[in-house]
């Protein structure tokens, strides 16, 4: 139950079990969630219905500034992150200048990190939007939620707000021709009454269905590692993680599991 914000724009670096050296970028304000999604299972908690007060997020200028800063520190620490990666609290392509940030990011690391990757952990909601999706393709690791085939899963998982249809998501990612990570979020339990689990053979066969439809360079399969807002849902097991690892090395794709 103990979830938690980043207080900060640039925070880290960080061990990622998916990523290496992470810098993370925050694009949302520090004293709120901001999203698009309300997964039950998201370490930042719930996203608001209301605020208290107006938020506001981080302006280019101010990321860029505090990015640069940081970077120069890390190399004149001799620490070189192995990704810069936006995540932090909510959906960073909701920030309305995302796209020139991407610009100004790719610009700092050419000049000062040249070898780290830049990560965008998206949950693929805005990618209809021409700015975000021409963004994204000019980064590394382009990452996009994709926690189930069936909708009515992802509305019980994800909780989108706003008009939510995946098909429409679906045709997007595949808009990507193949320029794309694809992660996804096991989880087994309960919410508000009903069973939760897409681990089952139903979801795994309709899910590995769309991977092919997308094409994506990788997929990365990952559990609940940290606390969630509710206490319903149960962290599914490395054995069986990598039952699901196996399925999609035989559909042909790379494939990272994280217990």
């Not at 280019?60 to 932090?88: C, Q, W, Y």
């Not at 087994?188 to 979801?203: P, W």
């Amino acid at each position: 139950m103990a979830t938690f914000l980043f207080d900060k724009i640039i925070f880290g670096p960080v061990k990622s079990r998916r990523l290496g050296v992470s810098l993370g970028i925050n694009l949302l304000p520090t004293e709120a969630k901001v999203c698009s999604f309300d997964c039950i299972y998201c370490e930042c908690g719930f996203t608001p219905g209301e605020y208290k007060e107006k938020v506001s997020f981080p302006s280019r200028a101010d990321v860029k500034m505090r990015l640069e800063v940081k970077l120069h520190e890390m190399v004149s620490a001799n620490e070189l992150p192995d990704v810069i990666t936006f995540a932090g609290n909510g959906e960073p392509t909701l920030h309305p200048e995302f796209a020139g940030i991407i610009d100004d990011t790719i610009a700092l690391r050419d000049e000062i990190t040249p070898d780290a990757r830049i990560a965008v952990l998206s949950n693929a909601t805005m990618i209809h939007r021409k700015s975000v999706f021409e963004a994204l393709l000019k980064i590394k690791d382009n990452i996009q939620k994709l926690d189930s085939a069936f909708e009515e899963t992802v509305k019980l998982l994800d909780c989108p707000k706003g008009n939510f249809k995946l098909s429409n998501t679906i045709e997007q990612l595949i808009a990507f021709n193949g320029k794309v990570i694809i992660q996804t979020m096991f989880v087994r339990g309960s919410y508000k009454g009903k069973t939760i689990d897409n681990t089952t053979e139903k979801e795994i066969s309709a899910w590995i269905e769309l991977l092919k439809k997308i094409k994506p360079l990788q997929v990365m399969i990952y559990t609940i590692a940290r606390d969630t807002p509710i206490e319903t849902l149960e962290k599914v097991s490395l054995e069986d993680l990598n039952v699901i690892a196996e399925r999609v090395r035989e559909a042909g794709f790379d494939v990272q599991v994280s217990g």
